[in-house]
C-alpha cells in the first residue's frame, strides 16, 4: 500500500513541479503516474547499484548528496525513454529528486508508515511543535 501511495505522490509532484517550472514538461497526470512508476523501478534497480559504486568511492559519507544526484541521473534516463515527459537540464531533475523524496518523506511521517521518514523529519516536526503548540 506504501508503494501505492508513494507513487501518487510521486506522480502529484511531478504534475505540479511542470505547471511551476518552465524546463518540466509533463502531458497528464496517467504521463506522470507512468514516468512516477518507471522512475521507481530504474531507481530500485540501476540507480541501487550506481548509488553502491558512489558510495563506496565516498565512503558513505554524502550518501544522501549521491541518492540525489543518481535519482536526478534516474530521471533524466526515464525523460530518455517517455516521449510525453521532458526535463530540459540537470538541475530541473535535482529539483524533482528533492521535492519527490521531501514530499514522500512528509506523507510518510504524516500516516506514521516508516519508522526512518519519522527519524528524517523530526527536526522539522520538532520546529513545528515549538512554533505552533
Known amino acids: ?31 506522470a503516474l507512468w514516468v512516477a ?4 523501478i530504474v531507481n530500485a534497480t540501476l540507480g541501487w547499484i550506481i548509488r553502491g559504486v558512489f558510495n563506496l568511492v565516498t565512503f558513505f559519507l554524502l550518501e544522501a548528496i549521491i541518492s540525489l544526484i543518481v535519482t536526478a541521473l534516474m530521471i533524466k534516463l526515464v525523460d530518455k525513454l517517455v516521449s510525453n515527459f521532458k526535463v530540459d537540464g540537470f538541475l530541473p531533475a535535482v529539483i524533482i529528486a528533492l521535492v519527490t523524496a521531501l514530499a514522500v518523506a512528509a506523507v510518510g511521517w504524516l500516516t506514521g508508515g516508516n519508522d526512518e521518514y519519522s527519524l528524517m523529519l523530526e527536526p522539522i516536526h520538532n520546529l513545528t511543535r515549538q512554533y505552533f503548540a
Request: neutral net charge; without cysteine; hydrophobic residues 65%.
Open 1 to 31: 500500500m506504501d508503494f501505492i501511495i508513494n507513487l501518487l505522490v510521486s506522480a502529484a509532484v511531478i504534475l505540479i513541479l511542470s505547471y511551476a517550472m518552465s524546463s518540466v514538461h509533463v502531458k497528464s497526470f496517467g504521463t
Open 37 to 40: 512508476f518507471l522512475i521507481a
